[in-house]
């Protein structure tokens, strides 16, 4: 059975311009979350999907959006980049509504220069 | 903020020995999860142990969970040089601000030695 897959696995943008990072969670699983790992931050919770819709968001600004597909599938959208937008964006996937166990991807590392 | 702590921060054993680390979270939860973190790379689920758990075994791993303290702890026992990755502990809080979160503590750096 596949994991969550994330693509790209590398994205180097300039400032200002957007990003698009894409998530296909584990078949079977409703709910997709996006996080981002940057470097001394840490792990901090950015989006929650269930069923298609958006359910929670950490605190991040509103040029962080996305949106889930009817296949559960999922995008991030990261708009005006700015240079400390660069980190590593983590996609999970779970059955259900809120957190049972969450499986993560291998991430896609955004550069911004 | 973070709502997980481990302790310690860095961790160097040589194969074969056991690693114990420690996480300490601030309110209540429904269960906490461990992940495995290799080379910056994607989060590896290790075990998940709910709050009306208080030990948890899966290989050589053995989770225990003390809710009246607020903390938990990963033990890996007859450790690998596999083992070598940073370990996080994460936390469902629930409750509505926290639906679909996971907080996440700042790691626990395990290098494991031949």
């Known amino acids: 059975e596949a994991g969550v897959t994330q693509s790209p696995t590398h994205l180097i943008k300039t400032r200002g311009q957007q990003a698009t990072l894409r998530c296909s969670p584990i078949?079977?699983?409703?709910?997709v979350y996006w996080y981002q790992q940057a470097l001394g931050l840490g792990l901090q919770f950015l989006l929650w999907?269930?069923?298609?819709?958006?359910?929670n968001r950490g605190n991040f600004p509103p040029r962080f959006s996305g949106r889930q597909f009817p296949n559960y599938s999922s995008e991030l959208n990261v708009n005006a980049l700015e240079l400390e937008d660069s980190a590593l964006y983590l996609c999970?996937?779970?059955?259900?509504?809120?957190?049972?166990?969450?499986?993560f991807g291998q991430g896609t590392r955004l550069t911004v220069v | 903020s973070q709502q997980g702590e481990e302790d310690p921060q860095a961790l160097s054993i040589q194969e074969g020995e056991n690693a114990t680390m420690n996480c300490s979270y601030k309110t209540s939860i429904n269960n906490l999860q461990w992940y495995r973190q290799n080379s910056g790379r994607g989060l590896v689920h290790l075990i998940l142990i709910r709050s009306n758990e208080r030990e948890k075994h899966s290989g050589r791993l053995r989770v225990t969970l003390d809710t009246s303290k607020k903390s938990s702890s990963l033990l890996i026992t007859a450790s690998r040089a596999a083992d070598t990755a940073s370990y996080f502990c994460a936390t469902d809080a629930g409750g509505k601000d926290s639906w679909g979160k996971l907080q996440f503590g700042a790691g626990t750096q395990v290098v494991v030695t031949p």
């Open positions: 999907y269930d069923e298609g819709e958006e359910r």
């Open positions: 999970a996937s779970s059955l259900g509504q809120g957190v049972t166990e969450a499986f």
């Open positions: 078949s079977g699983h409703t709910s």
